[in-house]
């Protein structure tokens, strides 16, 4: 059972991450932290695509904004 785990962190470590492991030494900062931007462009495109679904929503009315909408108040 424990080469099992040696594989699984030989696997990893040695596989998967090694894309990785070569941005991290790169000189170049920007080229560095290529991921990062990545998932920032990723977010920042959900968050305008959930912004204008509740800007269509708003606008067609759907919404029940009044006081009691729920049981619970």
Do not use: C, Q
């Amino acid at each position: 059972m424990k080469s099992f785990f040696y594989g699984i962190e030989d696997l990893f470590v040695n596989v998967l991450f090694a894309p990785l492991d070569a941005l991290r030494f790169t000189e170049s900062w920007t080229l560095s932290n290529i991921l990062n931007w990545i998932f920032m462009l990723i977010g920042f495109v959900a968050f305008v695509y959930w912004m204008l679904e509740l800007k269509k929503f708003n606008d067609n009315g759907e919404e029940d904004k009044s006081i009691s909408s729920h049981s619970y108040l």
